[in-house]
C-alpha cells in the first residue's frame, strides 16, 4: 500500500522531465506521483502524459493559467489520499534516492518535518553558483536566528511531511516563498524539522534555472511575515 505521494510541479520542463520521472520510478519506494503542470509552452504536457499513459502509479494535473510553484503545490495537495506528502522539482539538481533516507526518517519521527539539506553532512555537490552558496546561508541563518531554531538550508526544494499538515496551512504564497511558508508554518506547528544530508547538482541558467535574486530578497521579506505577522 502506498503512503508516500511525490508532487513534481513543472513548467517548461522538456529537457528533463522524462529522466527526472525515471529516477523516481528507479527509487525502492512505493511512490504514487502527481505530475503538474503550470501552463507549460513547450513539449513538457506531451511528455508528462505519455509518462501517465505508461505508469499507473502516475497522475497528470495541469493549470489553467499559469499559477507558480506554491499555488500548484497547494492545488496539488487536494488530491493527496497517502499519509505523506514530498515536493521534487524536475530539472534534476535533486536526487530521488535521497527521498529513500527521507522516508525512513519520517517514518521513525511521524509528526515531523524532513528537510533535506544541501549544507549538511558529505554528500556530492556541484555547479553551485558562489552568490547563491552565500545567499542560501545568510538566508538560512537569519530564518534560523529569529526562529530560535537551526536550519541549514531553507530554501531547498526536498520536504517530505504529513499529508495532513499540507491539507489544513492554506498555502498562500504563489511562488518560490512558498519554500520559507512551509517551513515557517510547521516550526508554528510542531516545533519539529530534521534535516537529512542531501546530493545536489545545481543547473545553470542557460538550461532553465528559474530562482532569482529578486527571490532571495522575498525569502527575507516572507520570513519576517511568517515569524511575525501571520
Not at 52 to 68: A, C, L
Not at 119 to 130: A, D, L, M, V
Request: aromatic content about 14%; hydrophobic content about 35%.
Amino acid at each position: 500500500m502506498k503512503d508516500l505521494t511525490v508532487i513534481v510541479p513543472f513548467l517548461n520542463e522538456e529537457k528533463f522531465l522524462k529522466e527526472s520521472v525515471n529516477r523516481l520510478l528507479n527509487i525502492d519506494l512505493d511512490l504514487k506521483i502527481f505530475l503538474y503542470n503550470d501552463c507549460s509552452t513547450d513539449k513538457s504536457k506531451e511528455i508528462a502524459i505519455e509518462l501517465t499513459e505508461r505508469y499507473k502509479n502516475i497522475d497528470y494535473f495541469e493549470n489553467k493559467y499559469q499559477r507558480g510553484k506554491g499555488d500548484t503545490i497547494a492545488r496539488a495537495s487536494k488530491f493527496v489520499k497517502t499519509k505523506f506528502v514530498a515536493i521534487h522539482d524536475a530539472d534534476l539538481e535533486y536526487f530521488p534516492e535521497d527521498l529513500v533516507e527521507m522516508y525512513e526518517k519520517i517514518i521513525q519521527n511521524q509528526e515531523s518535518l524532513i528537510l533535506g539539506s544541501r549544507f549538511t553532512g558529505s554528500k556530492k555537490r556541484e555547479n553551485i553558483y558562489t552568490r547563491t552558496l552565500i545567499a542560501n546561508r545568510a538566508m538560512s541563518y537569519f530564518f534560523s536566528l529569529i526562529h530560535f531554531y537551526k536550519i541549514s538550508d531553507i530554501a531547498t526544494c526536498y520536504k517530505m511531511m504529513p499529508t495532513q499538515f499540507l491539507k489544513n496551512i492554506n498555502v498562500s504564497e504563489k511562488g518560490f516563498a512558498v519554500e520559507v511558508e512551509i517551513l515557517s508554518k510547521y516550526l508554528k506547528y510542531k516545533k519539529s524539522v530534521i534535516e537529512v544530508p542531501i546530493k545536489y547538482s545545481g543547473r545553470s541558467y542557460e538550461d532553465g534555472k528559474k530562482i532569482k535574486t529578486s527571490d532571495g530578497i522575498e525569502y527575507i521579506i516572507k520570513t519576517l511575515k511568517y515569524r511575525f505577522f501571520d
